[in-house]
Structures are given as structure tokens and as C-alpha cells.
């Protein structure tokens, strides 16, 4: 997250961000810290390219870009994200391949362990899969900004926090009186966010995965690859994808008590972060998230609102298949389509506001083409 001192609400967003967990479709992969600061000035593309590892996809989608890009060039964060995937230990340069190969069994659906089982590489095949997660490691850095909606609201001179004046209120220790602290929750309750969100990809193709293995990666103490990866941290890169902002919609408060107005400040910024995670992930099919069928009578998945599912939402479903190299490859064997009012409504704190279908645990779907569906095939969003 880009951190705006100056700016209303800053110290309430930046806990909320804090508070929030990475979405349960996707591995956590932060290498730290989460929140940066700018001062905001812009910065000509052409800073892009440098030896900190940094590419843009089409130029066309950015004349300019923010402070924050040249602090992902600055903060070495590529060359971290590989770190992390390789558990590099920086004093010795050690690696290992113990993520890889656990996120390669997390990411196996039922369909892969049945094609395991059957292969002549078994435990192989699986193990495998993790090292083809390593191209699909993304950083979402996301710009998030109190919008005044309301002409009422007090934001006490755009720069204060409300939340510390409404709690100096409550402990008696300021002189502000109940109109004022009326103001200041009538605030909270028009309080809305709009959040820019910006997509990365890792860049780990053949060149770079050689590069690594051939020089870099040892299982024991090496000071000449522990060397070469701090003199080469420039290699590896980040690729801008795109951006998606957020409508800045209103956010229904029901559920939520007047005297914990942080909350409402977190479910403004959690509805508006799902909301562009959802729509990146139409918008780009490498963002795309793959999700297992629970059952197929009725059809269901563990997916709903917050993934940005809808009436309109269609499906493939995909069977996995192993090719003559002995790579697992998707095919797609039909389209389904949500059932009507059985869409589960996940987003953040729907039970609490009595949203319909938040009570569901799972989206039910029926079939538009296709045949032998099985529990563990994946389905994967249409355009």
C-alpha cells in the first residue's frame, strides 16, 4: 500500500490495509514490509528500465508513473519474491526447494493426484507443479484514498484523525462536545475509499530460471553464488501488467457499532480491495484464480461475490491432462453458469449486515454444455 501522511484518514486506513488478509485464493508471498511512502512527485517512464529490474507491458497504459514504481525498483523486490519462493538464507546464499515442492502438493487438485498416481513420475509430477508457481507470483500495490461523499461529513480540517478525536471524546480527555463527536460518526458512517490497485507479474522465464539454478541456487554455504546474487539482483524483474480503480460505491454500515468506527473504515477498504482483485482477475487471464468443484450434484464451488461472481458469471470446466513430456495441461470439458439467488456472498462482513446468500458457505451452478463432471475438476471464469 502507498501511505498518504497528509491525507484524511491516513493512520485509519493504513490499519485497516494491516488488518486485512492476503485473499484465501492465493498464496502469501509478502516479503515484509506493506506500506511505503511517496512523495507523490511523478516520474518519466524512462526510470523504468533500469539496472533495479523493471518492465512495462504497453507503454501505452502509463504516459506517467508514481513514486511507488521506482520504490519496487529501489527495494529490490523481484530479486525478494525469488528469494522467498528458494528460502535463501542471506548470510550463506543456502537454498531450498521445500516451498516450491509444498505449494506444488497445495496447488494439486484432485484431478493431478489421480493423474500422479498413474504416471510413471508420480511424486515427481507433483512436485513439479510448484516449480511452475514461480512465473505466477504477482504484487498488487494499491493506492487507497478517502473520498467525501457526504456535504455534512467532518473530516475536522482534512487532515485529523477522527478516530483519535471520537476516542479523546469517550475517555473524557478532550473538550469536544456530543455535537461535535455526532459529526465525527456521521462521518464514519458516509465514510468511503477509492482505490486504485496496480498489477505486477514476476518475471521468471528460461533465461532467468537458468541464470538461477546455474549460478545461484546451492544447498550448502557458497560465498562466489551467495556474491552473484547480491551483484545480480538487477536480473530479475517485475512486469506492470494493468490497473483497476474501484467505483467508490457505497458501503452498507449495518451490523457495525457506532463505537468502533475502525470497522467501518476496514469494510470500506476490504469491499473496494476484493472488489479490483475480482476484476483484475477478469481482465487478465494469468491473474486468474482456478477453483475446484466441491460437488457436482448440484454443482458447487467455494466461490461467490467477493471473487466478483454473478448472474451473468460463466464458467469452463477444465480437466486436467498429461501430455507426451509428461506436463499437466488444461482442457475444457463444458461452461456452467450460477444458479439464480444461490450465489454465495462472501465479502467481508455480509453475515454481520444480513446480505442474502452470505449464509450459503458455496456458489450452487448448473450445467450450459458439457459432460462428466467430477468433484476436483477445476473451474476457471470466462470473459
Partial sequence: MIGHRNLAFSEEIEKAFNAMPIPDKYNDHNVGKRIFYTSERKLKVKKLDSHYGFKINDMSDKKAMNDFDLILQQQYIASRLVARWFQRKKSTGVCSMELVQERGYNNASEVEKRLAAHSIRKDALLRDAGEELIGSTFVLINDIRYIDKSKGSAVIGGIVSAAIQANRVMSGSSDLGEADLGKIIATYKGFNVKINTYLYQLVWDKDISSFFYDQIYTDEADEARKLTFENNRGKFSLVFLGMQE??????????????????????????????????????????????????????????????????????????????????????????????????????????????????????????????GFYPGMLIRELK
Fill in 246 to 371: 474501484s467505483s467508490g460505491k457505497d458501503i452498507s454500515f449495518m451490523g457495525i457499532n457506532e463505537s468502533e468506527p475502525q470497522v467501518m473504515v476496514r469494510k470500506a477498504c476490504q469491499r473496494a480491495l476484493d472488489e479490483n482483485v475480482a476484476n483484475l482477475q477478469k481482465n487478465f487471464d494469468v491473474f486468474k484464480i482456478k477453483s475446484p468443484l466441491l460437488a457436482v450434484d448440484p454443482l458447487k464451488c467455494e466461490i461467490g461475490k467477493k471473487e466478483g461472481v454473478s448472474e451473468s458469471s460463466r464458467f469452463e470446466v477444465l480437466e486436467a491432462v498429461e501430455d507426451e513430456q509428461g506436463h499437466v495441461e488444461y482442457k475444457r470439458v463444458g461452461v456452467i453458469r450460477p444458479v439464480k439467488n444461490m450465489i454465495w456472498d462472501n465479502r467481508y462482513m455480509a453475515e454481520e449486515e444480513g446480505a442474502e446468500g452470505a449464509e450459503l458457505g458455496f456458489t450452487t451452478f448448473e450445467k450450459v454444455s458439457g459432460h
